[in-house]
T-cell receptor
């Protein structure tokens, strides 16, 4: 199957700093990537849809100035958490859209655990 | 009412048992149905993908979709300790990747020796 990587896998930062998370499709090109957030023992919450070469589409309630998304190439999307606060601590997961014949689905990265002190 | 309902478990079974995991949904527009497996502190891994009603089998895994009842199932035969994980159902009204997925809350499964 398609492989999606994320970096870093874990990050600890001080409150007020910005953190960048990278999502890469390793063996395919992804015109569309998705960013999710997951709280402990909860399901995935879609934050935004990232399209290569255009602005991201954010879900209701997600601050676009707080969570900056850049999808500058067909294999890389980045999520920057700006001026992070403890309530931003969470597990952030990206996924990439994969099309094969008539089938489309999403493949997920391994996730990035963010802890803001 | 949530769009997708899934019993969070935890579900504990002995090794070798047949496991049945289920989701119900309310949106009749859902056409594409997926099951993902998520190990602790890892990203979800796609297990099964089905379109509309019917069954699909892949090794020890069988996915069933009953659109008339708005009910989907994942069966795991000969369950192994390595199957211990959280299983998430996901569904979409159109193509499964390019459009948003709606997830269940996940069912935590533990297969014991």
């Amino acid at each position: 199957g398609a492989v999606v990587s994320q970096h870093p896998s874990r990050v600890i930062c001080k409150s007020g700093t910005s953190v960048k998370i990278e999502c890469r499709s390793l063996d395919f090109q992804a015109t569309t990537m998705f960013w999710y957030r997951q709280f402990p023992k909860k399901s995935l919450m879609l934050m935004a849809t990232s399209n290569e070469g255009s602005k991201a589409t954010y879900e209701q309630g997600v601050e676009k100035d707080k969570f900056l998304i850049n999808h500058a190439s067909l294999t890389l999307s980045t999520l920057t958490v700006t001026s992070a606060h403890p309530e931003d601590s969470s597990f952030y997961i990206c996924s990439a859209r994969v099309s094969h014949r008539l089938q489309e689905t999403q493949y997920f990265g391994p996730g990035t655990r963010l802890l803001v002190l | 009412q949530k769009e997708v309902e899934q019993d969070p478990g935890p579900l504990s079974v002995p090794e070798g048992a047949i496991v049945s995991l289920n989701c119900t949904y309310s949106n009749s527009a859902f056409q594409y149905f997926m099951w993902y497996r998520q190990y602790s502190r890892k990203g979800p891994e796609l297990l099964m993908y089905t379109y509309s009603s019917g069954n699909k089998e892949d090794g020890r895994f069988t996915a069933q979709v009953d659109k008339s009842s708005k009910y989907i199932s994942l069966f795991i035969r000969d369950s192994q300790p390595s199957d211990s994980a959280t299983y998430l159902c996901a569904m979409s009204p159109l193509t499964g990747g390019g459009n948003k997925l709606t997830f269940g809350t996940g069912t935590q499964l533990k297969v014991e020796l």
